[in-house]
């Protein structure tokens, strides 16, 4: 058995079924994915929200529990850790290392929180500009988006 939790931030599951159909029927059909009906967002941004969902805590919790800005002392609350403990190999990735839910203001993890921990690995190819040179792309966020 294999466990992944697919978040989509900011999309509700209405707009998730009629804008992403294609991605809707894979994750349904090819994954046999669990649904979790009745799941709605707690406060307003991203933070709140997956903070409760991954660490069981409600925000102003987590933020009062972490050491010195790191996430470090909570990682045996991680949605995963339980499936570490048993044998399975974990993996923790976010799109945007410079915005993830433990690195927005903040220092995030000194170790890594999984077995497979992405971040630096997103960092460097985020920050090289030879990355979207080569694959010719352009970032999904920029300074534009900011209101």
């Not at 599951?13 to 709605?40: C, I, M, Q, S």
């Not at 903070?51 to 102003?60: E, F, N, S, T």
């Not at 190999?89 to 995030?108: A, C, K």
Request: glycine share 6%; hydrophobic share 35%; aromatic share 14%.
């Amino acid at each position: 058995m294999s466990v992944l939790v697919l978040g989509l931030d900011s999309v509700s599951y209405l707009n998730f079924d009629r804008h992403l159909p294609k991605t809707a029927k894979f994750v349904r059909e090819k994954l046999d994915a669990f649904e979790l009906y009745g799941y709605n967002k707690a406060r307003d941004n991203s933070y709140p929200n997956q903070v409760l969902l991954i660490l069981g805590l409600k925000d102003y919790e987590a933020t009062q529990a972490v050491s010195g800005g790191f996430y470090d002392n909570l990682s045996t609350r991680l949605l995963w850790h339980m499936y570490g403990e048993r044998g399975y190999r974990t993996m923790f990735l976010e799109e945007s290392p410079h915005y993830g839910i433990f690195d927005y203001m903040s220092p995030g993890f000194q170790r890594a929180p999984a077995d497979y921990y992405l971040r630096p690995i997103v960092m460097a190819m985020d920050d090289s500009p030879k990355i979207t040179e080569d694959c010719n792309v352009s970032p999904v966020w920029d300074s534009r988006c900011r209101s």
